[in-house]
C-alpha cells in the first residue's frame, strides 16, 4: 500500500485534456484518474492554474 | 412604483430584519431593560415580521394569558410551521415567554407597547421637543435631507473609490474606524485603506441594509466600549420614531447617549448646528431606521440619484444609466465598462473582462443581477422577465467558468495488495467521511489531507496485529 501526497483537481473533460497537454512540456501530474479527476503534485497547483487561465483566455474573445 | 414596493415586502417576508438576530444574542435582562421604552416597543415591534405583529397584536389587550391551544385554533394545517417559527422567534426575544400551555406577553413589553400606541407613562421615551427658538429657527427639511445625504454618499464614496487613485474627502476618524472594524475596508501594511469584497457587496446592498449594517458593527462595538447597550440601542430606536423636521432637546439623554450624538452626526443620522448643541434634529436617515419608507431623499433636486430606478439593460449587454450622481456611477463601474457620459446619461457595456474584475473583487453574479433588478427603469418592468435572459445566463456563466478547476489538498492510497485490504481501508476511511474519490476496480482513492493521519494509524495498527 501506498499513499501519495498531492491534490486533487476536479474539472470537466475539456480543461483535462488541455492539462494532459500542459503535462508534455512540464510534468505535475502524478496520477490520472478518470475523466473529471487528476492528482497532480502540490506545490505546482499555483503554476498550473495560472497557466490553465492564460490558455483559457485564449479561447475568448471580448467586444471592446 | 408598485412593483419595487413588492419586492421590497416579499424581502422582508423571506428574511428577518438583520437586527433582530443581534437581539436575540441580548440577555433576557438587557431586553427587559430596552422594553421598559416605549419607543423601543414600537420600533422592535415594526422590525417583527407580520405573523409575528399579527400574534403579539392579538395578545396586547389581554390581561389574562389565553390557552396555547385557542390560539392554535387558529392556524390552518400548511400554515403550521410558519406559525411556530413565529412563535420561536418571540420567545427568542423573550417578548412571548416559551410556554406550551398558556400564552401571554412579557409583561414589560406588553405595559410599553400599550404606552406607545395610547400615550402617557413615562415622559422622554420618544424624545422632548426643544423649546421654539425665533431667532434660530431649525433647519428645513431640505437643509436637513442634502446634509444626511452628504454625509452618508461621503462614506460610500470614500469606499468605493479607494484604490483607484483618485481623492474623495474622507469620512470622520470614527467613521474610517468602524469602515476598518466591521472589515469593509482594509489597509495592508499600514497603507491606505482598501475596499474589501465584504465592502463590493455591501455596495450593492439598500441604503436601509448599509445603513443597518454599520450600526450592528456600531452595537458590537459599543458592547466592547463599555456603553450601556440599552441606552445606545434606546436611543437609536427613539430617533426612529422622532418626527422629522423638528428639532429634540438634549436636555432627558443621558451621558451614553449624549456621547453618541458626535458618531451619529458623523454618519449623517442627526443634525446639529454646533458640535456642542444644546438640541439636535434627526435627518431621514434616522427617523426612517425602522420603517419601511426609503432611507434617503429621493428628490432630484439635491442632487441625488433619480427617484426611482434608473438602469436600462438591453439584450446587446448595453448599459444606459439615466443619472448624474457620481455615487451611483462609481457602483455601476464595479462591473460595467463605461463608455460615455452625458450630463443625465451614462453609457455602458457588461462585458466579460468586467464582469471578471467585479468576480476578481469577491463581487457574486447574483449580486450583480438583483442590482440591476432593483435598480431597474420603469421602463424595464414592462418586460418579463424583467432582465433579458441572455445577459442574467451569460453573467451566471462567467462566474461558473471561474470555477472550472476545483482542487482540495490529501493523499491518494494506492497499490493495495489485496481486495480486502482495500475494502477495510475503504470502509474506515468512509467512516471517517473523508473521501474525495474513490475507484475499486483501480484500487484506490483520494482522502482529504485530515483524515490522513488517522488513516495511517489505522493502517500501523492493522500491520503490527492484523488479527484485529
Known amino acids: 500500500m501506498r499513499a501519495i501526497k498531492g491534490v486533487l483537481l476536479v474539472c470537466d473533460p475539456a480543461v483535462k485534456q488541455i492539462l494532459l497537454s500542459m503535462n508534455e512540456k512540464q510534468s505535475f501530474i502524478i496520477e490520472d484518474l478518470d475523466d473529471h479527476h487528476l492528482v497532480i503534485k502540490a506545490d505546482e497547483e499555483y503554476r498550473v492554474r495560472r497557466e490553465l487561465e492564460t490558455e483559457l483566455e485564449k479561447n475568448t474573445y471580448s467586444l471592446d | 412604483m408598485p412593483s419595487l414596493l413588492r419586492q421590497t415586502e416579499q424581502d422582508k417576508k423571506n428574511t ?55 390560539m392554535a385554533a387558529w392556524v390552518q394545517r400548511d400554515g403550521r410551521k410558519l406559525y411556530e417559527e413565529s412563535l420561536a422567534n418571540l420567545s427568542y426575544l423573550h417578548i412571548l415567554p416559551n410556554s406550551a400551555a398558556k400564552l401571554a406577553l412579557n409583561f ?55 484604490g483607484t487613485g483618485q481623492n474623495p474627502t474622507k469620512p470622520s476618524q470614527g467613521v474610517l474606524f468602524l469602515l476598518q472594524r466591521s472589515e469593509l475596508m482594509n489597509s495592508f501594511y ?55 423636521g423638528r428639532e429634540y432637546s438634549i436636555e432627558n439623554l443621558s451621558t451614553t447617549q449624549k456621547a453618541m450624538l458626535e458618531d451619529l452626526r458623523d454618519y ?45 439593460l438591453e439584450t446587446n449587454y448595453r448599459v444606459y444609466a439615466y443619472t448624474d450622481n457620481p455615487l451611483q456611477t462609481a457602483v455601476l463601474n464595479l462591473f460595467v465598462s463605461l463608455k460615455y457620459r452625458f450630463p443625465n446619461l451614462v453609457v455602458g457595456m457588461i462585458t466579460r473582462d468586467s464582469v471578471k474584475k467585479a468576480l476578481m473583487n469577491g463581487i457574486t453574479a447574483d449580486q450583480i443581477i438583483s442590482y440591476l433588478i432593483t435598480h431597474a427603469h420603469p421602463q424595464m418592468r414592462k418586460n418579463n422577465p424583467l432582465l433579458p435572459v441572455t445577459v442574467q445566463d451569460q453573467i451566471r456563466l462567467w462566474e461558473l467558468e471561474k470555477n472550472r478547476l476545483k482542487s482540495s489538498e490529501g493523499y491518494l492510497y494506492t497499490s493495495f495488495t489485496s481486495q480486502a485490504d482495500y475494502e477495510l481501508v475503504l470502509n474506515y476511511a468512509k467512516q471517517l467521511d473523508v473521501i474525495l474519490w474513490e475507484n475499486t476496480g483501480k484500487r484506490c482513492f483520494f482522502g482529504s489531507l485530515e483524515g490522513h493521519s488517522r488513516i495511517k494509524e489505522f493502517i500501523e495498527r492493522r500491520t503490527q496485529n492484523p488479527n484485529s
Open chain 2, 190 to 244: 499600514g497603507g491606505p485603506l482598501q475596499i474589501t469584497s465584504a465592502g463590493f457587496q455591501f455596495l450593492l446592498h439598500s441604503p436601509h441594509a448599509q445603513l443597518w449594517d454599520l450600526l450592528l458593527q456600531y452595537l458590537h462595538l459599543a458592547e466592547e466600549r463599555q456603553m450601556d447597550l440599552v441606552e445606545v440601542l434606546g436611543f437609536l430606536f427613539m430617533l426612529s420614531t422622532m418626527d422629522l
Open chain 2, 108 to 162: 414589560t413589553f406588553k405595559t410599553s407597547l400599550r404606552q406607545a400606541l395610547t400615550g402617557g407613562g413615562i415622559s422622554g421615551s420618544f424624545g422632548v421637543p426643544a423649546e421654539k427658538d425665533d431667532k434660530q429657527p431649525g433647519p428645513d427639511i431640505e437643509a436637513l435631507d442634502s446634509f444626511a445625504l452628504e454625509r452618508w454618499e461621503t462614506i460610500l464614496h470614500y469606499m468605493v473609490s479607494s
Open chain 2, 16 to 70: 428577518p430584519h438583520s437586527l433582530l438576530p443581534f437581539l436575540q444574542s441580548q440577555s433576557q435582562n438587557t431586553l427587559t431593560r430596552l422594553y421598559q421604552r416605549p419607543s423601543s416597543c414600537l420600533s422592535i415591534f415594526r422590525l417583527l415580521a407580520p405573523l409575528e405583529r399579527q400574534i403579539v397584536m392579538n395578545l396586547l389587550w389581554l390581561e389574562s394569558a389565553i390557552a396555547a391551544s385557542t
Open chain 2, 268 to 312: 449623517g443620522l442627526i443634525w446639529q448646528r454646533r458640535p456642542n448643541s444644546r438640541r439636535f434634529s434627526p435627518t431621514r436617515l434616522g427617523t426612517t431606521l425602522t420603517s419601511s419608507s426609503p432611507p434617503l431623499p429621493t428628490t432630484t433636486g439635491v442632487g441625488s440619484g433619480p427617484k426611482e430606478g434608473f438602469i436600462v
